[in-house]
Protein backbone atom coordinates (compact mmCIF):
# COMPACT_ATOMS: atom_id res chain seq x y z
CA UNK A 1 0.00 0.00 0.00
CA UNK A 2 2.79 2.51 0.64
CA UNK A 3 4.82 1.90 -2.56
CA UNK A 4 1.51 2.23 -4.15
CA UNK A 5 0.77 5.38 -2.46
CA UNK A 6 4.17 6.46 -3.47
CA UNK A 7 4.35 5.54 -6.82
CA UNK A 8 0.47 7.28 -7.13
CA UNK A 9 2.13 10.39 -5.49
CA UNK A 10 4.58 10.60 -7.73
CA UNK A 11 3.03 10.39 -11.04
CA UNK A 12 0.33 12.87 -9.99
CA UNK A 13 2.33 15.35 -8.43
CA UNK A 14 4.69 15.56 -11.89
CA UNK A 15 1.60 15.78 -13.74
CA UNK A 16 0.53 18.70 -11.69
CA UNK A 17 4.06 20.80 -11.24
CA UNK A 18 4.52 20.35 -15.50
CA UNK A 19 0.61 20.41 -16.88
CA UNK A 20 -0.38 22.90 -15.03
CA UNK A 21 1.46 25.77 -15.38
CA UNK A 22 3.00 28.07 -12.74
CA UNK A 23 2.76 31.83 -12.53
CA UNK A 24 1.06 32.38 -16.23
CA UNK A 25 -1.21 35.53 -16.46
CA UNK A 26 -2.60 37.36 -19.55
CA UNK A 27 -0.15 40.43 -20.81
CA UNK A 28 -1.85 43.71 -20.14
CA UNK A 29 -3.28 44.81 -23.21
CA UNK A 30 -4.56 48.23 -24.80
CA UNK A 31 -8.52 48.65 -24.10
CA UNK A 32 -8.98 52.03 -25.28
CA UNK A 33 -7.18 55.48 -27.15
CA UNK A 34 -8.18 58.87 -27.56
CA UNK A 35 -8.77 59.06 -30.61
CA UNK A 36 -8.85 55.55 -31.24
CA UNK A 37 -7.81 53.59 -34.09
CA UNK A 38 -8.16 54.94 -37.35
CA UNK A 39 -10.73 57.38 -36.34
CA UNK A 40 -11.22 60.93 -38.27
CA UNK A 41 -11.35 63.55 -35.90
CA UNK A 42 -12.51 67.28 -36.82
CA UNK A 43 -10.31 69.69 -35.46
CA UNK A 44 -6.37 69.04 -33.44
CA UNK A 45 -6.60 67.14 -30.20
CA UNK A 46 -4.79 68.60 -27.51
CA UNK A 47 -3.49 65.74 -25.68
CA UNK A 48 -3.18 61.74 -26.38
CA UNK A 49 -5.03 59.08 -23.77
CA UNK A 50 -4.28 55.31 -23.61
CA UNK A 51 -6.27 53.15 -21.43
CA UNK A 52 -4.82 49.51 -20.59
CA UNK A 53 -6.85 46.92 -18.83
CA UNK A 54 -4.18 46.61 -16.05
CA UNK A 55 -1.93 49.08 -14.06
CA UNK A 56 1.11 50.41 -16.37
CA UNK A 57 4.35 51.07 -14.05
CA UNK A 58 5.49 54.62 -13.69
CA UNK A 59 8.98 54.83 -15.83
CA UNK A 60 9.46 53.83 -19.42
CA UNK A 61 6.82 54.86 -21.10
CA UNK A 62 6.03 57.23 -23.66
CA UNK A 63 4.19 58.34 -26.30
CA UNK A 64 5.37 59.81 -29.74
CA UNK A 65 2.84 61.25 -32.33
CA UNK A 66 4.44 61.30 -35.73
CA UNK A 67 2.69 63.01 -38.71
CA UNK A 68 2.61 61.58 -42.57
CA UNK A 69 6.65 62.40 -43.25
CA UNK A 70 7.57 61.02 -40.07
CA UNK A 71 7.95 64.18 -37.86
CA UNK A 72 6.97 64.35 -34.32
CA UNK A 73 4.56 66.27 -33.08
CA UNK A 74 3.70 65.55 -29.38
CA UNK A 75 5.45 67.40 -26.50
CA UNK A 76 7.43 64.14 -24.80
CA UNK A 77 5.72 64.48 -21.55
CA UNK A 78 3.73 61.17 -21.22
CA UNK A 79 2.25 61.11 -17.87
CA UNK A 80 0.28 58.40 -15.85
CA UNK A 81 -3.20 60.19 -14.69
CA UNK A 82 -3.18 61.16 -11.00
CA UNK A 83 -5.04 57.96 -9.18
CA UNK A 84 -5.84 56.19 -12.47
CA UNK A 85 -2.33 53.89 -12.52
CA UNK A 86 -4.57 52.30 -16.05
CA UNK A 87 -3.98 55.50 -18.18
CA UNK A 88 -1.54 56.86 -20.01
CA UNK A 89 -1.51 60.50 -21.55
CA UNK A 90 0.30 63.07 -23.46
CA UNK A 91 0.02 66.22 -24.72
CA UNK A 92 0.71 67.24 -28.43
CA UNK A 93 1.44 70.49 -30.42
CA UNK A 94 -1.48 72.44 -30.65
CA UNK A 95 -3.17 73.60 -34.54
CA UNK A 96 -2.10 70.35 -36.11
CA UNK A 97 -3.12 70.60 -39.45
CA UNK A 98 -4.90 67.81 -41.45
CA UNK A 99 -3.86 64.55 -42.29
CA UNK A 100 -2.88 61.57 -41.12
CA UNK A 101 -1.19 60.69 -37.90
CA UNK A 102 0.24 57.75 -36.17
CA UNK A 103 0.81 57.29 -32.10
CA UNK A 104 3.45 55.47 -31.21
CA UNK A 105 3.29 54.19 -27.47
CA UNK A 106 5.78 52.16 -25.08
CA UNK A 107 4.69 51.37 -21.88
CA UNK A 108 5.60 48.53 -19.05
CA UNK A 109 2.74 46.85 -17.89
CA UNK A 110 1.89 45.64 -14.14
CA UNK A 111 3.98 42.12 -14.13
CA UNK A 112 6.95 44.05 -15.81
CA UNK A 113 6.76 43.32 -19.23
CA UNK A 114 6.88 46.14 -22.17
CA UNK A 115 4.69 46.94 -24.53
CA UNK A 116 4.33 48.95 -27.78
CA UNK A 117 2.41 49.86 -30.25
CA UNK A 118 1.29 52.08 -33.26
CA UNK A 119 -2.75 53.67 -33.36
CA UNK A 120 -3.25 55.96 -36.65
CA UNK A 121 -5.71 58.50 -37.36
CA UNK A 122 -6.69 61.39 -39.11
CA UNK A 123 -7.54 64.55 -38.62
CA UNK A 124 -10.06 66.32 -41.13
CA UNK A 125 -11.21 64.74 -44.45
CA UNK A 126 -8.96 61.80 -46.23
CA UNK A 127 -7.01 62.62 -49.26
CA UNK A 128 -5.44 59.41 -49.38
CA UNK A 129 -6.43 56.18 -50.78
CA UNK A 130 -8.07 53.85 -48.31
CA UNK A 131 -5.33 51.45 -49.44
CA UNK A 132 -3.42 53.19 -47.43
CA UNK A 133 -4.50 53.87 -44.62
CA UNK A 134 -2.39 51.70 -41.76
CA UNK A 135 -3.74 49.40 -39.50
CA UNK A 136 -3.12 49.60 -35.28
CA UNK A 137 -0.53 47.10 -34.20
CA UNK A 138 0.56 45.32 -30.76
CA UNK A 139 3.51 43.97 -29.38
CA UNK A 140 4.21 42.13 -26.61
CA UNK A 141 7.73 40.78 -25.12
CA UNK A 142 8.71 37.76 -25.57
CA UNK A 143 11.23 36.23 -23.18
CA UNK A 144 15.08 35.81 -24.24
CA UNK A 145 17.65 33.37 -23.62
CA UNK A 146 18.68 35.41 -20.83
CA UNK A 147 15.47 35.85 -19.02
CA UNK A 148 15.09 31.57 -19.41
CA UNK A 149 18.37 30.66 -17.49
CA UNK A 150 18.18 32.82 -14.89
CA UNK A 151 14.91 32.09 -14.23
CA UNK A 152 15.70 28.44 -13.98
CA UNK A 153 18.33 28.80 -12.06
CA UNK A 154 16.13 30.50 -9.31
CA UNK A 155 13.77 27.81 -9.74
CA UNK A 156 16.48 24.80 -9.69
CA UNK A 157 18.08 26.22 -6.87
CA UNK A 158 15.02 27.19 -4.60
CA UNK A 159 13.55 23.70 -5.23
CA UNK A 160 17.19 22.22 -4.00
CA UNK A 161 17.25 24.41 -1.16
CA UNK A 162 13.39 23.79 0.06
CA UNK A 163 13.53 20.26 -0.90
CA UNK A 164 16.66 19.50 1.47
CA UNK A 165 15.32 21.29 4.01
CA UNK A 166 11.94 19.89 4.24
CA UNK A 167 13.62 16.27 3.76
CA UNK A 168 15.65 16.66 6.87
CA UNK A 169 12.45 18.74 8.71
CA UNK A 170 9.93 16.36 7.87
CA UNK A 171 11.24 13.24 6.22
CA UNK A 172 14.10 12.14 7.61
CA UNK A 173 13.01 10.27 11.18
CA UNK A 174 16.77 10.19 11.80
CA UNK A 175 17.63 13.47 12.09
CA UNK A 176 14.10 14.67 13.30
CA UNK A 177 13.39 18.31 12.79
CA UNK A 178 16.81 18.38 11.38
CA UNK A 179 18.05 19.29 14.69
CA UNK A 180 21.73 16.98 14.09
CA UNK A 181 24.49 18.93 11.88
CA UNK A 182 23.76 17.34 8.28
CA UNK A 183 26.18 15.57 6.69
CA UNK A 184 28.92 17.23 4.68
CA UNK A 185 27.02 15.94 0.82
CA UNK A 186 23.96 17.54 2.29
CA UNK A 187 25.76 20.79 3.45
CA UNK A 188 27.50 21.22 -0.26
CA UNK A 189 24.45 20.76 -2.15
CA UNK A 190 22.48 23.56 0.14
CA UNK A 191 25.12 26.00 -0.31
CA UNK A 192 25.07 25.28 -4.37
CA UNK A 193 21.41 25.61 -4.14
CA UNK A 194 22.12 29.05 -2.21
CA UNK A 195 24.51 30.13 -4.59
CA UNK A 196 22.40 29.30 -6.99
CA UNK A 197 19.54 31.99 -5.82
CA UNK A 198 22.32 34.62 -4.56
CA UNK A 199 23.47 34.82 -8.46
CA UNK A 200 19.81 34.70 -9.78
CA UNK A 201 18.29 37.42 -7.65
CA UNK A 202 21.17 39.51 -8.18
CA UNK A 203 21.55 39.17 -11.74
CA UNK A 204 17.45 40.03 -12.00
CA UNK A 205 17.66 43.72 -11.63
CA UNK A 206 19.74 44.14 -14.64
CA UNK A 207 17.98 41.87 -16.18
CA UNK A 208 14.78 43.62 -15.51
CA UNK A 209 16.20 47.13 -16.84
CA UNK A 210 17.03 44.92 -20.19
CA UNK A 211 13.83 44.45 -20.58
CA UNK A 212 12.26 47.46 -19.36
CA UNK A 213 14.42 49.59 -20.83
CA UNK A 214 15.07 47.79 -24.14
CA UNK A 215 18.67 47.80 -23.61
CA UNK A 216 21.96 45.16 -24.08
CA UNK A 217 23.38 43.68 -21.49
CA UNK A 218 26.70 45.90 -23.15
CA UNK A 219 24.63 49.00 -22.89
CA UNK A 220 23.84 48.92 -18.77
CA UNK A 221 27.55 50.44 -18.56
CA UNK A 222 26.93 53.53 -20.44
CA UNK A 223 23.08 53.85 -19.96
CA UNK A 224 21.55 56.04 -16.13
CA UNK A 225 18.93 53.53 -15.74
CA UNK A 226 19.26 52.64 -12.61
CA UNK A 227 17.39 55.73 -11.46
CA UNK A 228 14.02 54.64 -13.20
CA UNK A 229 14.17 51.30 -12.69
CA UNK A 230 14.28 52.11 -8.47
CA UNK A 231 11.21 53.91 -9.95
CA UNK A 232 9.19 50.73 -10.54
CA UNK A 233 7.72 47.67 -8.08
CA UNK A 234 10.07 45.38 -9.53
CA UNK A 235 12.79 47.30 -7.26
CA UNK A 236 11.26 47.44 -4.07
CA UNK A 237 10.55 43.45 -4.19
CA UNK A 238 14.15 42.94 -5.41
CA UNK A 239 15.61 45.21 -2.43
CA UNK A 240 13.26 43.01 -0.14
CA UNK A 241 14.57 39.67 -1.78
CA UNK A 242 17.76 40.69 -1.28
CA UNK A 243 17.53 41.37 2.81
CA UNK A 244 15.88 37.84 2.63
CA UNK A 245 19.07 36.32 0.57
CA UNK A 246 21.64 37.63 2.91
CA UNK A 247 19.38 36.53 5.88
CA UNK A 248 19.05 33.31 4.56
CA UNK A 249 22.99 32.53 4.30
CA UNK A 250 23.01 33.76 7.93
CA UNK A 251 20.65 31.34 9.40
CA UNK A 252 22.23 28.50 7.16
CA UNK A 253 25.54 29.07 8.36
CA UNK A 254 24.37 29.31 12.13
CA UNK A 255 22.63 26.13 11.81
CA UNK A 256 25.35 24.11 10.36
CA UNK A 257 27.81 25.14 12.79
CA UNK A 258 29.14 22.15 14.85
CA UNK A 259 28.62 24.31 18.43
CA UNK A 260 25.45 24.88 17.70
CA UNK A 261 23.16 23.16 20.14
CA UNK A 262 20.38 20.56 18.39
CA UNK A 263 17.44 22.47 19.37
CA UNK A 264 18.59 25.90 18.24
CA UNK A 265 19.99 23.55 15.20
CA UNK A 266 16.34 23.00 14.37
CA UNK A 267 14.78 26.29 14.76
CA UNK A 268 17.15 27.72 12.20
CA UNK A 269 16.49 25.08 9.27
CA UNK A 270 12.74 26.06 10.51
CA UNK A 271 13.48 29.66 9.82
CA UNK A 272 15.62 28.65 6.69
CA UNK A 273 12.57 26.98 5.02
CA UNK A 274 10.40 30.04 5.82
CA UNK A 275 12.25 32.67 4.22
CA UNK A 276 12.86 30.57 0.99
CA UNK A 277 8.65 30.63 1.07
CA UNK A 278 9.37 34.35 1.75
CA UNK A 279 11.35 34.64 -1.34
CA UNK A 280 8.71 32.77 -3.55
CA UNK A 281 6.21 35.00 -2.15
CA UNK A 282 7.90 37.85 -3.04
CA UNK A 283 8.07 36.97 -6.34
CA UNK A 284 5.12 36.39 -6.80
CA UNK A 285 4.37 39.98 -6.35
CA UNK A 286 6.03 40.82 -9.26
CA UNK A 287 4.79 38.70 -11.93
CA UNK A 288 1.24 38.43 -13.97
CA UNK A 289 -0.49 37.50 -10.58
CA UNK A 290 0.12 40.94 -9.01
CA UNK A 291 -1.61 42.53 -12.34
CA UNK A 292 -4.37 40.37 -11.87
CA UNK A 293 -8.01 41.64 -11.35
CA UNK A 294 -8.58 39.04 -8.59
CA UNK A 295 -4.84 39.92 -6.81
CA UNK A 296 -4.98 38.31 -3.81
CA UNK A 297 -6.43 34.95 -5.22
CA UNK A 298 -4.03 35.08 -7.72
CA UNK A 299 -1.15 35.48 -6.17
CA UNK A 300 -2.06 32.87 -3.24
CA UNK A 301 -2.62 30.47 -6.20
CA UNK A 302 0.85 31.61 -7.67
CA UNK A 303 2.73 31.44 -4.44
CA UNK A 304 1.02 28.22 -3.55
CA UNK A 305 1.89 26.29 -6.94
CA UNK A 306 5.68 27.63 -7.31
CA UNK A 307 5.78 25.99 -3.65
CA UNK A 308 4.44 22.87 -4.00
CA UNK A 309 6.70 22.47 -6.51
CA UNK A 310 9.60 23.53 -5.33
CA UNK A 311 9.01 21.50 -2.42
CA UNK A 312 8.41 18.32 -4.04
CA UNK A 313 11.24 18.37 -6.61
CA UNK A 314 13.57 19.27 -4.49
CA UNK A 315 12.42 16.59 -1.98
CA UNK A 316 12.93 14.16 -5.22
CA UNK A 317 16.40 15.04 -5.24
CA UNK A 318 16.68 14.57 -1.66
CA UNK A 319 15.27 10.81 -2.22
CA UNK A 320 17.92 10.38 -5.55
CA UNK A 321 20.83 11.76 -4.26
CA UNK A 322 21.17 11.94 -0.64
CA UNK A 323 19.14 9.13 0.66
CA UNK A 324 20.94 6.26 -0.22
CA UNK A 325 24.12 7.54 1.18
CA UNK A 326 22.90 8.94 4.28
CA UNK A 327 25.51 8.20 6.67
CA UNK A 328 23.06 7.72 9.36
CA UNK A 329 21.04 4.77 8.13
CA UNK A 330 21.37 1.66 10.18
CA UNK A 331 24.43 -0.65 9.06
CA UNK A 332 22.00 -3.66 8.77
CA UNK A 333 20.56 -4.41 5.73
CA UNK A 334 17.15 -4.81 7.14
CA UNK A 335 16.88 -2.05 9.20
CA UNK A 336 18.52 0.02 6.16
CA UNK A 337 15.68 -1.06 4.19
CA UNK A 338 13.18 -0.51 7.05
CA UNK A 339 14.46 2.96 7.24
CA UNK A 340 14.10 3.86 3.70
CA UNK A 341 10.54 2.61 3.00
CA UNK A 342 9.75 4.70 6.26
CA UNK A 343 11.26 7.50 4.80
CA UNK A 344 9.48 6.99 1.67
CA UNK A 345 6.05 6.41 3.43
CA UNK A 346 6.38 9.85 4.76
CA UNK A 347 7.46 11.33 1.55
CA UNK A 348 4.29 10.05 0.02
CA UNK A 349 2.23 11.17 2.96
CA UNK A 350 3.54 14.85 1.99
CA UNK A 351 3.18 14.10 -1.64
CA UNK A 352 -0.35 13.75 -1.11
CA UNK A 353 -0.75 17.36 0.54
CA UNK A 354 1.63 18.89 -2.31
CA UNK A 355 -0.35 17.14 -5.23
CA UNK A 356 -3.99 18.59 -3.62
CA UNK A 357 -2.30 22.30 -3.75
CA UNK A 358 -0.66 21.31 -7.10
CA UNK A 359 -4.10 20.06 -8.48
CA UNK A 360 -5.80 23.09 -7.06
CA UNK A 361 -4.14 26.12 -7.64
CA UNK A 362 -2.56 24.45 -11.69
CA UNK A 363 -6.61 24.00 -12.66
CA UNK A 364 -7.09 27.72 -11.79
CA UNK A 365 -4.21 28.64 -14.15
CA UNK A 366 -4.55 26.42 -16.46
CA UNK A 367 -8.46 26.22 -17.31
CA UNK A 368 -8.77 30.25 -17.17
CA UNK A 369 -5.58 30.78 -19.91
CA UNK A 370 -6.27 28.54 -22.57
CA UNK A 371 -9.21 29.61 -23.69
CA UNK A 372 -9.89 27.26 -27.41
CA UNK A 373 -8.27 24.41 -28.50
CA UNK A 374 -7.37 26.53 -31.20
CA UNK A 375 -5.07 28.54 -28.87
CA UNK A 376 -3.43 25.29 -27.74
CA UNK A 377 -2.35 24.31 -30.91
CA UNK A 378 -1.44 27.86 -32.77
CA UNK A 379 0.07 29.83 -29.80
CA UNK A 380 3.56 29.45 -28.74
CA UNK A 381 2.61 29.13 -25.26
CA UNK A 382 0.36 26.55 -26.46
CA UNK A 383 3.11 24.33 -27.89
CA UNK A 384 5.70 24.71 -25.81
CA UNK A 385 2.73 23.41 -22.72
CA UNK A 386 2.55 20.72 -25.16
CA UNK A 387 5.70 19.74 -25.26
CA UNK A 388 5.94 20.07 -21.15
CA UNK A 389 2.99 17.56 -21.34
CA UNK A 390 5.53 15.21 -23.74
CA UNK A 391 8.26 15.30 -21.15
CA UNK A 392 5.38 14.18 -18.55
CA UNK A 393 4.70 11.33 -20.14
CA UNK A 394 7.84 10.31 -20.46
CA UNK A 395 8.23 11.23 -16.36
CA UNK A 396 4.92 9.05 -16.28
CA UNK A 397 6.64 6.26 -17.92
CA UNK A 398 9.14 6.34 -15.30
CA UNK A 399 7.46 6.69 -12.53
CA UNK A 400 5.65 3.48 -13.63
CA UNK A 401 8.53 1.52 -13.60
CA UNK A 402 9.27 2.51 -9.97
CA UNK A 403 5.96 1.74 -8.86
CA UNK A 404 6.53 -1.97 -10.69
CA UNK A 405 9.79 -2.02 -8.26
CA UNK A 406 8.24 -1.01 -5.24
CA UNK A 407 5.43 -4.05 -5.85
CA UNK A 408 8.68 -6.14 -5.42
CA UNK A 409 9.99 -4.41 -2.72
CA UNK A 410 13.15 -3.38 -4.25
CA UNK A 411 14.74 0.25 -3.71
CA UNK A 412 14.62 3.04 -5.52
CA UNK A 413 15.62 2.73 -8.52
CA UNK A 414 17.73 4.73 -11.60
CA UNK A 415 15.22 5.60 -12.80
CA UNK A 416 14.37 8.13 -10.23
CA UNK A 417 17.59 9.96 -11.50
CA UNK A 418 16.59 10.07 -15.28
CA UNK A 419 13.25 11.43 -14.11
CA UNK A 420 14.52 14.17 -12.07
CA UNK A 421 16.83 15.11 -15.07
CA UNK A 422 13.87 15.10 -17.20
CA UNK A 423 11.91 17.11 -14.07
CA UNK A 424 15.04 19.81 -14.18
CA UNK A 425 14.73 20.26 -18.05
CA UNK A 426 11.29 20.97 -17.64
CA UNK A 427 11.77 24.00 -15.50
CA UNK A 428 13.48 25.68 -18.38
CA UNK A 429 9.91 25.38 -19.81
CA UNK A 430 8.54 26.53 -17.08
CA UNK A 431 10.31 29.71 -17.19
CA UNK A 432 9.54 30.65 -20.57
CA UNK A 433 6.01 29.79 -20.09
CA UNK A 434 5.99 32.00 -17.00
CA UNK A 435 6.71 35.42 -19.31
CA UNK A 436 5.05 34.52 -22.74
CA UNK A 437 1.75 35.65 -23.72
CA UNK A 438 -0.71 33.29 -22.45
CA UNK A 439 -3.18 31.39 -25.28
CA UNK A 440 -5.31 34.40 -24.42
CA UNK A 441 -3.62 36.38 -26.66
CA UNK A 442 -4.99 34.30 -29.26
CA UNK A 443 -8.05 32.63 -28.87
CA UNK A 444 -8.41 31.74 -32.63
CA UNK A 445 -11.00 32.32 -35.14
CA UNK A 446 -14.73 32.54 -33.99
CA UNK A 447 -17.46 30.11 -35.09
CA UNK A 448 -20.36 30.47 -32.78
CA UNK A 449 -24.19 29.73 -33.89
CA UNK A 450 -27.56 30.65 -32.14
CA UNK A 451 -30.66 28.77 -32.71
CA UNK A 452 -33.97 30.97 -31.99
CA UNK A 453 -37.17 30.41 -30.66
CA UNK A 454 -38.89 30.14 -34.10
CA UNK A 455 -36.49 27.69 -35.33
CA UNK A 456 -33.97 29.40 -37.36
CA UNK A 457 -30.46 28.86 -36.72
CA UNK A 458 -27.32 31.69 -37.20
CA UNK A 459 -23.98 31.59 -37.73
CA UNK A 460 -20.99 34.06 -36.49
CA UNK A 461 -17.39 33.65 -38.00
CA UNK A 462 -14.99 36.44 -37.67
CA UNK A 463 -11.33 35.44 -38.49
CA UNK A 464 -8.31 36.30 -37.33
CA UNK A 465 -10.30 37.27 -34.19
CA UNK A 466 -7.70 40.12 -33.55
CA UNK A 467 -6.82 43.86 -33.79
CA UNK A 468 -7.35 44.89 -36.75
CA UNK A 469 -9.01 44.17 -39.97
CA UNK A 470 -11.30 41.06 -39.00
CA UNK A 471 -13.72 39.27 -41.70
CA UNK A 472 -17.14 38.85 -40.73
CA UNK A 473 -19.43 36.20 -41.66
CA UNK A 474 -23.39 35.44 -40.96
CA UNK A 475 -25.04 32.23 -42.09
CA UNK A 476 -28.61 32.11 -41.90
CA UNK A 477 -30.80 28.41 -42.07
CA UNK A 478 -34.18 27.67 -41.23
CA UNK A 479 -35.97 25.19 -38.93
CA UNK A 480 -35.13 22.60 -41.93
CA UNK A 481 -31.71 23.70 -42.16
CA UNK A 482 -31.90 25.19 -45.80
CA UNK A 483 -30.26 28.67 -46.54
CA UNK A 484 -32.44 31.66 -45.90
CA UNK A 485 -31.96 33.66 -48.66
CA UNK A 486 -34.77 36.52 -48.28
CA UNK A 487 -32.53 38.60 -46.48
CA UNK A 488 -32.26 42.30 -47.54
CA UNK A 489 -29.55 43.40 -45.24
CA UNK A 490 -28.02 42.25 -41.55
CA UNK A 491 -26.20 44.37 -39.07
CA UNK A 492 -23.92 43.96 -36.41
CA UNK A 493 -23.71 45.91 -33.60
CA UNK A 494 -20.35 45.56 -31.23
CA UNK A 495 -20.09 47.08 -28.00
CA UNK A 496 -17.49 46.60 -25.92
CA UNK A 497 -17.91 44.49 -22.49
CA UNK A 498 -14.63 45.90 -20.90
CA UNK A 499 -14.62 49.54 -21.57
CA UNK A 500 -17.61 52.32 -21.39
CA UNK A 501 -16.97 53.31 -25.78
CA UNK A 502 -19.24 53.77 -28.52
CA UNK A 503 -21.10 51.21 -29.99
CA UNK A 504 -19.57 50.15 -33.57
CA UNK A 505 -21.97 49.02 -36.52
CA UNK A 506 -20.73 46.59 -39.31
CA UNK A 507 -23.60 46.59 -42.43
CA UNK A 508 -23.38 43.77 -44.72
CA UNK A 509 -25.94 44.54 -47.20
CA UNK A 510 -26.96 40.94 -48.98
CA UNK A 511 -25.92 40.37 -53.30
CA UNK A 512 -27.42 37.77 -54.89
CA UNK A 513 -24.77 34.72 -55.45
CA UNK A 514 -22.76 35.83 -52.25
CA UNK A 515 -22.51 35.43 -48.66
CA UNK A 516 -22.75 37.69 -46.25
CA UNK A 517 -19.40 38.74 -45.40
CA UNK A 518 -18.09 41.94 -45.03
CA UNK A 519 -14.11 43.05 -43.69
CA UNK A 520 -13.74 45.52 -40.47
CA UNK A 521 -12.09 47.00 -37.30
CA UNK A 522 -11.80 45.60 -34.34
CA UNK A 523 -10.27 48.46 -32.33
CA UNK A 524 -8.98 46.51 -29.10
CA UNK A 525 -8.49 43.41 -27.42
CA UNK A 526 -10.96 41.62 -24.99
CA UNK A 527 -14.22 41.20 -23.98
CA UNK A 528 -16.96 41.98 -27.30
CA UNK A 529 -20.42 41.69 -27.25
CA UNK A 530 -22.11 41.32 -30.99
CA UNK A 531 -25.28 41.54 -31.67
CA UNK A 532 -26.59 40.42 -35.09
CA UNK A 533 -30.22 42.26 -36.68
CA UNK A 534 -31.12 40.59 -39.62
CA UNK A 535 -33.93 42.74 -42.02
CA UNK A 536 -35.68 39.99 -44.67
CA UNK A 537 -37.67 41.11 -47.78
CA UNK A 538 -41.05 40.82 -45.98
CA UNK A 539 -39.93 43.36 -43.38
CA UNK A 540 -39.38 40.57 -40.58
CA UNK A 541 -36.46 40.30 -38.39
CA UNK A 542 -34.31 38.01 -36.58
CA UNK A 543 -32.26 39.20 -33.74
CA UNK A 544 -29.33 37.65 -31.39
CA UNK A 545 -26.60 38.26 -30.22
CA UNK A 546 -22.93 36.36 -29.26
CA UNK A 547 -20.26 37.24 -26.80
CA UNK A 548 -16.20 36.88 -28.22
CA UNK A 549 -12.72 37.61 -27.13
CA UNK A 550 -10.58 39.12 -29.26
CA UNK A 551 -7.07 38.60 -29.30
CA UNK A 552 -3.91 40.71 -29.88
CA UNK A 553 -2.34 38.28 -32.12
Same mark, same amino acid.
Given at each position: ?267 ? @??? &????? !? %?? /? =????? +????? *? $? ?11 ? @??? &????? !? %?? /? =????? +????? *? $? ?225
Amino acid at each position: MIKKTFGLGLILSFVCIFLFPSSIYAHAYLQQSTPSANEIIVGSPSKITLQFNESIQPAFHSIQVTNSEGERVDLDDSYIVDNQPKILEGSVQPNLPDGQYIIGWKIISGDGHPLEGNIPFQIGNSTSSSTNVPTATSTGYYPGLDLIVIRWLLYLSMAFLMGILSFYLFMYPSNAKAKHRLPKRSRMMLWISYGGIVASIFLSLPLQATIEARLQWSELWTTPWIEQMMRTSFSTIWLIQLVMVVILGGVIYIANRASTRSYSRGMY @HFA &ALLLG !L %GI /L =LSKSF +IGHAA *A $SELKVLSISMNFL @HLS &ASCIW !L %GS /L =LALAA +ILPGE *A $SLPSSPEERKRMIFRVIRTFSYWGTGLVTILILSGTYASLKYVPTMYSLFNTIYGQVLLLKCGLVLIMLGFAAFNMLRGRHNKSIGRTVWFELSVGVITLVLAALLSNLPTAMSSPGPVDLSNTLETGENISLQVSPNTIGKNQFEIQVQDANQKEVLNIQQIKLTLTSLDMDMNKYEILIPYQPGSTFAAEDLISMAGRWNIQVHILTDSLDTLDTEFNIRVGTE
